[in-house]
T-cell receptor, first 111, second 116 residues
């Protein structure tokens, strides 16, 4: 089955700096890669996703890149703000199974 | 419109008891998923329902876990003879289409299960 690894497990940045979270996946058949943000005590919420026919996608301060050859994808957050502080999860899916999630990255943005 | 709802929000049970967790997906969503999130951990897939197809049960950790989905809508996750390691937040999600398509999975607020 699919295996998703996520790094780093914790990330602390100063407000205004950029944050990058990286994930690798094992199943070359995976074709959908969403990123979820989970604030303390809240449910996960989708912030951006990418499909395997696209190499990069951007939405305001958030961008995701995908390298199918290397089987890795990354989340980039620019101009970080304190409200970006949360746990971020990457995930992958082949289209036939439910999402396989990474272990999460706790992002702390210091004001 | 209403999002995914789950009940109860919190459940404390004694070891060995059975529990039932309920999920009401978003109306019209054909796919429904159950995940488990242990404290400080990621989300672990349990089971997936898509329309009238046989469910994908490959994530269920033991035969003490089962789930059903009645009428293509409400789902119930049952854990029999609960153990302390079953303590976790159980999250339900629904989507318009099957996993892997563009459609977002919308998560419910979860049920926090504590087995004493």
């Amino acid at each position: 089955g699919e295996n998703v690894e996520q790094h780093p497990s914790t990330l602390s940045v100063q407000e205004g700096d950029s944050a990058v979270i990286k994930c690798t996946y094992s199943d070359s058949a995976s074709n959908y890669f969403p990123w979820y943000k989970q604030e303390l005590g809240k449910r996960p919420q989708l912030i951006i996703d990418i499909r395997s026919n696209v190499g990069e996608k951007k939405d305001q301060r958030i961008a995701v890149t995908l390298n199918k050859t290397a089987k890795h994808f990354s989340l980039h957050i620019t101009e970080t703000q304190p409200e970006d502080s949360a746990v971020y999860f990457c995930a992958a899916s082949t289209g036939r199974r439910a999402l396989t999630f990474g272990s999460g990255t706790r992002l702390q943005v210091q004001p | 419109g209403a999002g995914v709802s789950q009940s109860p929000s919190n459940k404390v049970t004694e070891k060995g008891k059975d529990v039932e967790l309920r999920c009401d997906p978003i109306s019209g969503h054909t796919a429904l998923y159950w995940y488990r999130q242990s404290l400080g951990q990621g989300l672990e897939f349990l089971i997936y329902f898509q329309g009238n197809s046989a469910p994908d049960k490959s994530g269920l950790p033991s035969d003490r876990f089962s789930a059903e989905r009645t009428g293509g809508s409400v789902s119930t996750l049952t854990i029999q003879r609960t153990q302390q390691e079953d303590s976790a937040v159980y999250l339900c999600a629904s989507s318009l289409a099957r996993a892997g398509d563009r459609y977002e999975q919308y998560f419910g607020p979860g049920t926090r299960l504590t087995v004493t």
